[in-house]
């Protein structure tokens, strides 16, 4: 196992900054883990576990371990006529994994197409996308604690999925190596097109690959790709806000976008971003999508505290006009 010093973190990140790394480790397997936790050298030494990096901004060089997370395997545990179970290596691509699901009429994730990023990071903020969220998908994540080197399985309840979070992103942030996630898919025909967008497709006409590939249109339309302009999708969560604060709103602005979420409704946050001017707005090397003003983009800044300071301006921006706070999706570091 080679250890990189003084490591370059620019290509391990969507967003390109520059920063760089005390240690570096590529991961293939949990040995490996185990081995830097019980080296005592390392007993002291902070550590994070990267995927594909792109819901992450470095602000600062990492002093510490990054372990490059690259534990392959897709295995089938059981099957029967209705469903699937797939154990799958944590350092997997994810749209990878998606295709394969694809490609053998596995049904359930396909919604999640072309989502970057790795296996392992699914569960850690519930990745979803278009009326899916990859907790109806996920039966186990199995892991290893940093501290100790001890193994752990959580069943889906225990994994506290909500939108966009877990108990992986809150208490266990950065404290548990996640090695493989067991995917639980149907083998019956059955797609979700709910989503506006997907509103206007016939079920009984479109087949898993076709689905894919009309997710993968429209996000490619929205969002721009992180190969050309450095980003790491939607900058923050949407907020859910109580009925009072959509009435506020709904007296100075008749065009507000929301959506019922349980009790609560879910107002889209570039929406409000949008009302506050910034779609497209540019400053030195960094700015605002002008395809989507959830999308903070890096033209050309070699440092993610530039990108934090953005982000900081639009919460007080959005905190000023409509009293609400946005929270960050992405892991500042
Ligand atoms: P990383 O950025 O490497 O890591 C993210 C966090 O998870 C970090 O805190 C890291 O320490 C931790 N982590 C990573 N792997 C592990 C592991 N094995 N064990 C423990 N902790 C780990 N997200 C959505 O939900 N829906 C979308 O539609 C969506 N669209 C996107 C579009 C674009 C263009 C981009 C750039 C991002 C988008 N994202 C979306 C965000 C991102 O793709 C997901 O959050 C993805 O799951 C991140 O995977 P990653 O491997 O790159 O994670
Ligand atoms: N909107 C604007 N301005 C814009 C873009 C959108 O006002 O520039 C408004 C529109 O009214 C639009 C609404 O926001 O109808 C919702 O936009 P969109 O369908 O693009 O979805 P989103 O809420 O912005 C969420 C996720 C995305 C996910 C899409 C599709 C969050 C934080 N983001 O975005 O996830 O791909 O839905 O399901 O929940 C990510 O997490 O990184 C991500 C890209």
């Given at each position: 196992m080679s250890i990189k010093r003084n490591f370059s973190l620019g290509n391990y990140n969507s967003f390109g900054v520059k920063h760089k790394a005390n240690f570096f480790i590529e991961i293939k397997n949990k040995g490996q883990i185990n081995d830097i936790i019980n080296n005592k050298k390392y007993d002291k030494v902070r550590k994070l576990i990267l995927g594909g990096g792109s819901n992450i901004l470095f602000?600062?060089?990492?002093n510490g371990i990054v372990f490059l997370n690259k534990i392959k395997g897709i295995r089938k545990i059981s099957e029967d006529d209705n469903n699937v179970l797939l154990r799958v290596g944590s350092g997997e691509n994810w749209d990878d994994f998606v295709e394969y699901c694809v490609k053998k009429n596995?049904?359930?994730?396909?919604?999640?197409?072309?989502?970057?990023?790795s296996v392992g990071a699914a569960p850690i903020q519930n990745i979803g996308a278009y009326g899916v969220e990859v907790k109806n998908l996920i039966e186990r994540v199995e892991g290893i604690f940093l501290n100790n080197g001890i193994k752990k399985n959580f069943n889906n309840k225990s994994c506290e999925f909500q939108y966009r979070d877990s108990i992986f992103k809150g208490k266990l942030k950065n404290k548990f190596f996640i090695t493989s996630v067991d995917f639980v898919l149907s083998k019956i025909k059955s797609f979700n097109v709910s989503y506006k967008e997907l509103k206007h497709l016939d079920i009984k006409s479109i087949s898993l690959n076709s689905l894919r590939n009309e997710i993968i249109k429209i996000r490619n339309s929205k969002l721009p790709d992180p190969g050309d302009i450095g980003n790491a999708g939607s900058f923050f969560k949407n907020p859910l806000v109580d009925r009072i604060i959509i009435d506020k709103i709904k007296n100075e602005f008749n065009d507000l976008v929301y959506f019922k979420d349980g009790e609560k409704f879910k107002i889209p946050a570039a929406w409000l971003i949008e009302k506050c001017g910034w779609k497209g707005y540019k400053e030195n090397n960094i700015g605002v999508s002008d395809k989507h003003a959830l999308v903070i983009v890096n033209y050309?800044?070699?440092?993610?505290k530039e990108i934090k300071e953005l982000s900081n301006k639009i919460i007080d921006d959005v905190k000023d006009k409509f009293k609400i706070k946005l929270i960050p999706e992405v892991n500042i570091i």
């Open positions: 602000t600062k060089d990492y596995y049904y359930g994730l396909e919604n999640l197409s072309l989502i970057p990023g050309n800044a070699k440092k993610g």
